[in-house]
């Protein structure tokens, strides 16, 4: 659900980019049931042919949080006994993929490296469910869980799923007081669904406090057995891809268009 313009590249694609309501208005789940919908009717046989569109060919793909409701679309797809059409790939750049543990290393170490802040991330996460400013507070203190949603935090244990390189002696402190739901978090599914997910592509950047999210995703589909291409920009940051005019951005989007022109 990237807003790419460059025809050029994408002429050899049918690309169908959804809209969806937007926070703070409008709150989870409505965005995920827009795409999650919107994702359903593309996949129907005569929509594919209309647009010409192999359906042994499709992939899924979003930046930021368009990369969390790509995520989320893949899970719910596989136990959809509507749709017959499985996706071949999905592409997530730089992903928001959970709202468990505010603190993870990358949040810490980027807290304030533009162009999101931990504290205006936590704000963009908390509106997405609610107005209630209590949650954002309680989201920045990351005391938002509740105990007894404790077990999840076996999905986000961020002291096994990280590279040794990004723990720098830190130590994991789990959150003690939320509400959780696979579709806003797809990091929290269980092995079995992961196992069945497609091909995938996932883009993080180390000056991003989203940065341990993609990781932990790549290590636990690994670890499902998914076939995982991580493309970690050590020089990144969030939205690279949006800055086209940068050689950084101009050489990621390269990386990931030779990767897409391999595998769908």
Known sequence: YSNYKENNIWGKHCCSAHSYRLAPKH???????????ATRWFLRQDVLDECGVDPERVGISGTSS???????????????????????????????????????????????????????????????????????????????????SSHLFQYVNWSSLLPEKFKKGQFYNSPTLGFLDV?????????????RLPLTYIITCQHDVLRDDGFMYASRLRNAGVRVTHNHVEDGFHRILSYHEFKIGHRTQNQYLNWLSENL
Do not use: C
């Open 27 to 37: 709150h989870f789940p409505n965005q995920f049931e827009d795409v999650y919908n």
């Open 66 to 148: 368009g990369g969390n409701l790509a995520a989320a679309v893949a899970q719910q797809l596989l136990d959809d006994p509507d749709v017959k059409i499985k996706l071949r790939t999905q592409s997530l750049m730089y992903p928001a993929l959970q709202s468990l543990d505010m603190d993870l290393p990358s949040y810490r170490e980027n807290a304030h490296f533009p162009p999101l802040s931990r504290s205006f991330g936590v704000r963009i996460l908390s509106e997405y469910f609610t107005t209630d400013r209590s949650l954002e507070k309680a989201m920045l203190f990351n005391q938002h869980v509740p105990v007894e």
């Open 183 to 195: 579709r806003a978090s797809p990091l929290l599914a269980d092995d079995r669904k992961l196992h």
